[in-house]
């Protein structure tokens, strides 16, 4: 079963930015997604990439602010995140889209002044 681990995460004021990494521990060669999960509210789809990376699309509330990107050679997924708003303070997790039961311990992103 491969593993998927989320790093990069932390504290960030508001109009700061984060990239965010998903370490697979086998092939991702699938379709990926980035999710997050406020609290109090259930987890979402923020951003979702073709196997290719040749397409993606997001959440209306991160379009133009974040970007999803792949490396498939190193196994990676990757969430270029600008223009941090609190609204984005969350536990984010990297998942195959759509998602399967197998969730890494995610990467907490908090964005306060």
């Known amino acids: 079963q491969v593993r998927l681990v989320e790093s990069g995460g932390g504290l960030v004021q508001p109009g700061g930015s984060l990239r965010l990494s998903c370490a697979a521990s086998?092939?991702?060669?699938?379709?990926m997604g980035w999710y997050r999960q406020a609290p109090g509210k259930q987890r979402e789809l923020v951003a979702a990439i073709t196997t290719s990376g040749g397409s993606t699309n997001y959440a209306d509330s991160v379009k133009g602010r974040f970007t999803i990107s792949r490396d498939n050679a190193r196994k990676t997924l990757f969430l270029q995140m600008n223009s941090l708003k609190p609204e984005d303070t969350a536990v984010y997790y990297c998942?195959?889209?759509?998602?399967?039961?197998?969730w890494g311990q995610g990467t907490q992103v908090t964005v306060s002044s």
């Open positions: 086998g092939s991702i060669f699938s379709a």
């Open positions: 998942n195959w889209y759509p998602n399967r039961p197998v």
